[in-house]
């Protein structure tokens, strides 16, 4: 077959399986709001067997045969088709290495994880989640050894959530933040200044922090014609299509953040998705690059704008008119409460500052597991020893310690390093961004957001999966991942509101 007909053909059979995804996203999103519960046995089994349509398709050796037609061949040059038949191989490689009966294995192992974390963690039986836990860990070590990896089996997990990222340059990235970032949280731990967060648990009825999310939302650049918001207990964003992208988020009358800070983190996830190039949609080029660069959209739009004093200049005296609790509340008050850091001992109501750290912790221990430097029955040890390290905190329980988090219940290791890619990703981007822009700030003061979107737009949404995620950061933004960004952007914000030097 001639390398042009066999490429028509990966773009036909690439569109197909997106085509078949939609309708299955699209149950899944109703799975996660509004399917009644006597629907979940049906929807649940209507999903697997979506899936294994999909995974059929997507391993079908003629995949392979297409693939090495077009390989090598002058259509190469092309930098779309190569940009796709990069991401197809590897996609396709990897996912036709792992023999059918260890992802299944995989599968029914993190399924029965999942649900067996849930009730162990309200009985706090550690000793009973031990064997789950090691089952996960024998089994990622197998699927390491089925899909190859350069220099050690944890590049082989990081790879399925950060392609191209390799442990020896994670290594030194987070090196380099930790010392600054536990020295930045005793600083402000010993700051005689303390942010009045009493003003954000005052009264906030439901639905006019939902009023207020509805009309900030768009003009930050989430279309809701391509969109919607609606409500769960666990916030989410879904992609169906560009035209398509939906958000939840989740309402607590007495606690303004959750809601309002929780959106605009999913609208950033949302933009990103609806920023994608329509005209590949199906294909790889159209395609989101990694969930460190989703983070860093989501995260971006939720703290350097969302939480900075210019959002709020612009937002402030709006939000006074909605909320009566608001009423007395001086500006710089709330900003300050907005961006209080106090170590926790729940990664996920963690603070900008302190968040890293949990991140960290999680990273070292899954990597000394892997690495078989740490035995699982050591594991809430090693725990609460860097917890004490890092926060100055120890968990009295193993649910609010190394049993907090369903991701290593569900098998998930390799995972978590993509948050704090996320915030590095994001302070990196958006310092380039002011180099070229000018200063940010005084445009969010202004109500002028479309700016920032533009810029985001052209670097990195409309670039799908045009480059590996470390390739696009460096085209963007001119130099490799590099937690400077972050360090900066922290002591920068963080030292002047709690009155440090
Ligand atoms: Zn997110």
Known sequence: MDAKTAYQELLERSRERAYLSSPARLAAWDLRTYIPKKGHPHRAQALAAFSRMI??????????????????????????????????????DR??????????????????????????????DWEGFVPYLKRNIELKKAYAEAVGYDEEVYDALLE???????????????????????????EIQAAPKKPPVEILHRHYPKGAQEAFVLEVLPELGYDLEAGRLDETAHPFAIRIHPGDVRITTRYFEDFFNAAFFGSVHEAGHAMYEQGLP??????????????????????????????SRGFWQHYFPRAKERFEALADVE??????AVNEVKPSLIRVEADEVTYNLHILLRFELELALFRDELKVEDLPQAWNEKMEAYLGLRPKTYAEGVMQDVHWAGGAFGYFPTYTLGNVYAAQLFAAAERELGALEPR???????VLLGWLRERVHRQGRRYPPKELIERATGAPPDTAFLLDYLNRKFRPLYGLT
Do not use: C
């Open 55 to 92: 995974h059929q398709k997507a391993t079908d050796p003629k995949i392979g045969e297409l693939l090495a037609a077009v390989e090598g061949s002058t259509l190469m040059e092309d930098p779309d088709v190569a940009a796709n038949v990069r991401a197809w191989r590897k996609d396709y």
């Open 95 to 124: 996912t036709t290495k792992v023999p059918e009966s260890l992802a299944a294995e995989i599968a029914e192992a993190a399924s029965r994880g999942e649900s067996a974390w849930a009730e162990l963690r309200k009985k706090n």
């Open 160 to 186: 399925d959530y950060e392609e191209g990222l390799r442990t020896r340059e994670l290594v030194p990235l987070f090196e380099a933040l930790k010392a600054p970032a536990i020295q930045l949280v005793r």
């Open 278 to 307: 329509e005209e590949h949609w199906g294909t790889p080029l159209g395609e989101s690059v990694s969930l460190g660069v989703h983070e860093s959209q989501s995260r971006m739009w939720e703290n350097l704008v969302g939480r």
């Open 331 to 336: 500006l710089s008050d709330f900003v300050f």
């Open 444 to 450: 969010f003061a202004a109500g002028e957001f479309a």
